[in-house]
């Protein structure tokens, strides 16, 4: 059995608590917030505070607030000697006050409020700066059936901007896709199937592989149609910089 | 029953070739190719000829070649008054010959030579020049389990900009995400869930809904460090040029 306290009433904390919850041989022995408040609703579940100074025993403490209050909250923790981790893909793990065992259990996938994420879709960065402590953090990743993998501090900083890449911005790909088809009263339904397909294709074949489009075949014609229906619009110059980033990829010439 | 004849032997005629095939109420009368050779391996499924006058009739005839041969073949096609149809996202309706009846059949979607993709994910495209032959062709992608849509010209060439953008500009950040994991020796399959989940997000929460991260939360401390290790990288333009399209959309200042 493993015994965890969480610290943190965000999205990250709140998925993790449910999968520690649900887990077998997880314990939640006491979840943490500074405002009783956001965390009220599972008191029936879990024993809650807003006091650090009333934290209880544990073999995990996971701190899971935001980037900029990670390093205060682990100095303030009134213990020594604990296992404490952060979630953060870009903390780094000296952030971390050294009084403790400090880790890194950083879930790479996005979270919402409302949308429930199975956690065996949900890959687990794991940085110790010891063998053990990795074992523990590998076990309480297998415990709520996530894949984990070992990375060093480059790594996971390399994976948080790579995340930036594939999710925010891809995102921003599709917030376009959806302005440009409601220009001309188009449902962006219609879309859906291909923003599905183009995430699946990459499962099991490298981007450079799944590429396709007039950028990848340097068809002149579409991309100066594409253009020109993209005059005056702020979304010309992203067109223009992907149709060459594509191009360079794959050796054509630039634009 | 719904005759057609296929032109043509890229991926978009090969999987209409099987979609048709196996759908109870059409039947494929032949298969046209300027090379024989390349559809020489489904010649005991299916009549196939090189030959643009020994055409046989049908309800419907499918240009499914390269867009810029599209305009050329129909001229040359040896009747009059039928019902013929070119599959491009680009490609003009009036762009086919006068002499018969013109219709553009669009399937969105990305097709891969080796994958098969079913026609129940293929939202197809129907623009035609009157109702009856919009009935046909909407019979046609119905007898595939395909959705489709009445679209007109401008709609039409929104779709196609918009897909550039939600999938080949996506994949091409998926490329990038590969680049900069691969530089740290890091697996991208770590990415690949968070790639499917930022795709099955939006297939009920609009994209800008979905937005998280670090341009949408103004969070300059992270972008900073992110601008820093894309130093001399030719991705850190683009990394820029989304964040500011990000925080536009979301009402933040500029980086």
Redesign the interface.
């Known amino acids: 059995m493993i015994s965890v306290v969480i610290l943190g009433a965000g999205n990250v904390a709140t998925h993790l608590f449910k999968a520690f919850y649900k887990a077998e041989n997880i314990v939640v022995n006491q979840w943490f917030n500074r405002t009783l408040k956001s965390i009220d609703f599972y008191k029936n579940m879990v024993d809650v505070t807003d006091s650090l100074s009333s934290l209880k025993p544990a073999d995990i403490y996971i701190i899971a607030v935001s980037?900029?209050a990670i390093m205060k909250l682990s100095e303030q923790l009134p213990f020594e000697n604990k296992l404490v981790v952060h979630t953060s893909g870009?903390v780094g793990l000296y952030d971390l006050d050294k009084k403790n065992h400090r880790g890194v259990f950083y879930p790479?996938?996005?979270f919402?409020k409302d949308?429930t994420?199975g956690f065996e879709?949900?890959?687990i960065?794991i940085e110790t700066a010891n063998k053990n402590d990795f074992k523990t953090l590998k076990l309480l990743a297998e415990s709520i059936n996530s894949k984990s993998?070992r990375?060093n501090s480059?790594?996971r900083?390399?994976?948080h901007?790579?995340?930036?890449?594939?999710?925010?911005?891809?995102?921003?790909?599709?917030?376009?896709?959806?302005e440009?088809?409601e220009?001309?009263?188009?449902?962006f339904?219609?879309?859906?199937?291909?923003?599905?397909?183009?995430?699946?294709?990459?499962?099991n074949?490298?981007?450079?592989m799944?590429?396709?489009?007039?950028?990848?075949r340097n068809?002149k014609?579409?991309i100066k149609?594409?253009l020109k229906?993209?005059e005056g619009s702020?979304?010309k110059?992203?067109?223009e910089?992907?149709t060459n980033?594509?191009q360079?990829?794959h050796g054509r010439k630039k634009l």
Chains 1, 2 share one sequence.
Request: proline letters at 6%; charged letters at 15%; glycine letters at 2%.
């Open positions: 980037d900029d870009s790479l996938q996005t919402s949308a994420i879709n949900v890959p960065c993998y990375v480059e790594q900083s390399a994976l901007l790579a995340a930036v890449f594939v999710n925010n911005f891809t995102n921003q790909l599709y917030r376009i896709g959806h440009i088809t220009s001309t009263s188009t449902e339904d219609i879309l859906k199937p291909l923003i599905l397909e183009t995430a699946n294709k990459i499962q074949l490298s981007p450079f799944a590429q396709t489009g007039p950028a990848k068809d014609k579409t149609k594409h229906k993209l702020p979304h110059a992203i067109y910089m992907l980033s594509i360079k990829t």
